[in-house]
């Protein structure tokens, strides 16, 4: 995930099933809101809708990891929480109703919210002296590879996976990208996409190029986003290969034939209502409350921060989201999706939505 990518993850060891504590019924009120009930409704009825579909399916059993949080609970709270934002007529009417059926659980630690986009490069379907860099299927004989599996650079710098190559893309930093977001949309001229998804992963450990950068003292931590990562490798651009390379992580991809961007759900996600979360650790498909700041146009050219309060499903996971103190927010799909998501780095706080039992 972008931010993942840049700054690295905050992790908190949990050695057994988490417990959220609720939040006192005098609080609910003053805690529940949504920045986008007069503005885009539709976009979370779709986002429940696909978590509903998730949850229907035999593979959505056992990823209820929080104490009290069950497939079950899960599942009536989605329905009950649809029910009731198709019938309120007002915000305030709605919220009522959720006070009265629901409990808030507070993931109990500040989270750092990072966010992350479906990104849309040009590319080929043959390499050219212009297309050099190829995204790459996963190999047939992938399952019996030996553990731990090929470091990036040894893959990279090796023949291994000539004849895998599905598509190539003009710059080595964009190719990286779409390593880290997941999925990307190609533009391959004459009016055709190429649209392309998760296949897989090797098993060895993720590193943040922008903690790398931080590290040989390179970069300043609060200044580390896509765009002064982008900046400084168009002005060093000997430093590009090597330090995407200290990510020794390699991810494969499919095409997907113009589905849009899918989670670890398998559901597509939704723009700016579906988060990222460690699997390990929280409730899949869930309903989710964020409260933290994002990005929005300024009018100038610009982007200016501002609080949100908001309802999301929790629908996917990243490599660098680990622990209780780390989100991902998908923002979209696009340019302006990832300068938003490139700017996102803001503490804040985490809480689930379920009904009383």
Same mark, same amino acid.
């Given at each position: 995930?972008?931010?993942?990518?840049?700054?690295?993850?905050?992790?908190?060891?949990?050695?057994?099933?988490? =417990?959220?504590?609720?939040?006192?019924?005098? /609080?609910?009120?003053?805690?529940?809101?949504? #920045?986008?009930?007069?503005?885009?409704?539709? =976009?979370?009825?779709?986002?429940? #809708?696909?978590?509903?579909?998730?949850?229907? =399916?035999? =593979?959505?059993?056992?990823?209820?990891?929080?104490?009290?949080?069950?497939?079950?609970?899960?599942?009536?709270?989605? &329905?009950?929480?649809?029910?009731?934002?198709?019938?309120?007529?007002?915000?305030?009417?709605?919220?009522?109703?959720?006070?009265? $059926?629901?409990?808030?659980?507070?993931?109990?630690?500040? +989270?750092?919210?990072?966010?992350?986009?479906?990104? *849309?490069?040009?590319?080929?379907?043959?390499?050219?002296?212009?297309? @050099?860099?190829?995204?790459?299927?996963?190999?047939?004989?992938?399952?019996?590879?030996?553990?731990?599996?090929?470091?990036?650079?040894?893959?990279?710098?090796?023949?291994?996976? !000539? %004849?895998?190559?599905?598509?190539?893309?003009?710059?080595?930093?964009?190719?990286?990208? *779409?390593?880290?977001?997941?999925?990307?949309?190609?533009?391959?001229?004459?009016?055709?996409?190429?649209? &392309?998804?998760?296949?897989? !992963?090797?098993?060895?450990?993720?590193?943040?190029?922008?903690?790398?950068?931080? !590290?040989?003292?390179?970069?300043?931590?609060?200044?580390?986003?896509? /765009?002064?990562?982008?900046?400084?490798?168009?002005?060093?651009?000997?430093?590009?290969?090597?330090?995407?390379?200290?990510?020794?992580?390699?991810?494969?991809?499919?095409?997907?034939? %113009?589905?849009?961007?899918?989670?670890?759900? %398998?559901?597509? +996600?939704?723009? $700016?209502?579906?988060?990222?979360?460690?699997?390990?650790?929280?409730?899949?498909?869930?309903?989710?409350?964020?409260?933290?700041?994002?990005?929005?146009?300024?009018?100038?050219?610009?982007?200016? !921060?501002?609080?949100?309060? @908001?309802?999301?499903?929790?629908?996917?996971?990243?490599?660098?989201?680990?622990?209780?103190?780390?989100?991902?927010?998908?923002?979209?799909?696009?340019?302006?999706?990832?300068?938003?998501?490139?700017?996102?780095?803001?503490?804040?706080?985490?809480?689930?939505?379920?009904?009383? $039992?």
């Amino acid at each position: 995930m972008l931010l993942g990518m840049l700054m690295g993850s905050t992790t908190t060891i949990v050695s057994q099933a988490p =417990s959220f504590p609720p939040v006192s019924p005098s /609080q609910f009120l003053t805690i529940v809101q949504d #920045d986008l009930w007069h503005t885009d409704r539709q =976009s979370l009825l779709t986002a429940l #809708d696909r978590s509903l579909q998730f949850i229907n =399916s035999p =593979s959505a059993v056992g990823r209820f990891p929080v104490s009290n949080i069950s497939h079950a609970r899960v599942k009536a709270s989605l &329905v009950r929480f649809r029910e009731l934002l198709t019938q309120a007529k007002t915000a305030g009417e709605f919220h009522q109703a959720l006070s009265r $059926e629901f409990i808030l659980y507070q993931v109990p630690q500040k +989270v750092l919210f990072t966010g992350y986009y479906e990104p *849309v490069f040009r590319a080929s379907r043959r390499p050219t002296a212009v297309y @050099r860099f190829p995204l790459y299927r996963l190999p047939p004989d992938f399952k019996s590879w030996r553990s731990p599996h090929p470091t990036r650079a040894e893959l990279e710098n090796s023949s291994r996976l !000539k %004849g895998l190559e599905l598509v190539w893309l003009a710059d080595a930093f964009e190719a990286f990208l *779409v390593h880290v977001q997941g999925s990307a949309r190609l533009d391959l001229g004459n009016g055709q996409t190429m649209t &392309v998804g998760y296949g897989g !992963k090797t098993d060895q450990p993720y590193s943040s190029v922008g903690r790398e950068l931080v !590290k040989d003292g390179k970069m300043r931590l609060e200044d580390v986003t896509l /765009q002064s990562l982008q900046a400084y490798f168009r002005q060093h651009p000997q430093d590009l290969i090597p330090y995407l390379q200290r990510n020794r992580s390699f991810v494969f991809f499919r095409e997907t034939h %113009g589905a849009p961007a899918v989670g670890s759900l %398998g559901v597509p +996600v939704t723009a $700016e209502r579906s988060i990222a979360t460690d699997r390990a650790l929280m409730p899949h498909g869930a309903i989710a409350l964020i409260k933290t700041e994002l990005p929005f146009p300024d009018g100038k050219g610009g982007y200016q !921060k501002r609080p949100v309060t @908001r309802f999301v499903l929790d629908q996917d996971t990243g490599g660098a989201i680990k622990g209780l103190g780390r989100v991902d927010i998908f923002m979209g799909t696009g340019q302006i999706a990832q300068e938003r998501a490139g700017l996102i780095a803001n503490q804040g706080e985490l809480f689930y939505l379920l009904l009383r $039992e």
